[in-house]
């Protein structure tokens, strides 16, 4: 898993934010031959690592939420609690700790939690825009070679 969740997540390498989010692209679309090249590029094990980061940063700030006053209740304990439950099934999980399974768990989330609208390739290009904006930020020497 990530880094500890409790803590701000460090920002990802841009080419591993894009590499992550070619893959969710890629199987959103039902592109399997491109999911399998960027899987076979990057390595099964490193993209899946990316996915898991990928999901930390989505899932977490979605779910961490405390908004009763400014306090915690009962429900962002809760809600927490789910956020970091999808990210043990993603690291450990028997059918959703494989790339494929990561990956389409990323785009259910998107599209059942974070559209309003049904656009979720706009979602995910926002995600990943948000992503590669922090890791070019964290990361400036990127900025000439992404």
Same mark, same amino acid.
């Given at each position: 898993?990530?880094?500890?969740?409790?803590?701000?997540?460090?920002?990802?390498?841009?080419?591993?934010?894009?590499?992550?989010?070619?893959?969710?692209?890629?199987?959103?679309?039902?592109?399997?031959?491109?999911?399998? =090249?960027?899987? &076979?590029?990057? @390595?099964?094990?490193?993209? *899946?690592?990316? $996915?898991?980061?990928?999901?930390? +940063?989505?899932?977490?700030?979605?779910? =961490?939420?405390? &908004?009763?006053? @400014?306090?915690?209740?009962? *429900?962002?304990? $809760?809600?927490?609690?789910?956020? +970091?439950?999808?990210?043990?099934?993603?690291?450990?999980?028997?059918?959703? @700790?494989?790339?494929?399974?990561?990956?389409?768990?990323?785009?259910?989330?998107?599209?059942?939690?974070?559209?309003?609208?049904?656009?979720?390739?706009?979602?995910?290009?926002?995600?990943?825009?948000?992503?590669?904006?922090?890791?070019?930020?964290?990361?400036?020497?990127?900025?000439?070679?992404?």
């Amino acid at each position: 898993m990530p880094e500890t969740i409790t803590m701000p997540l460090a920002p990802m390498e841009p080419n591993d934010v894009a590499d992550a989010f070619a893959y969710i692209r890629a199987r959103f679309v039902g592109d399997i031959d491109t999911a399998g =090249a960027i899987a &076979d590029d990057v @390595g099964p094990e490193q993209l *899946h690592q990316l $996915l898991v980061d990928v999901a930390a +940063r989505v899932f977490i700030p979605v779910t =961490a939420v405390d &908004d009763h006053d @400014g306090e915690p209740c009962a *429900h962002s304990f $809760l809600a927490a609690a789910l956020g +970091r439950l999808l990210l043990e099934l993603l690291c450990h999980g028997v059918c959703l @700790g494989g790339l494929p399974g990561a990956a389409d768990t990323i785009t259910r989330f998107t599209e059942n939690i974070l559209t309003e609208d049904g656009d979720v390739a706009g979602v995910l290009r926002q995600l990943e825009a948000a992503g590669m904006k922090q890791a070019m930020d964290a990361h400036p020497a990127h900025r000439t070679t992404v």
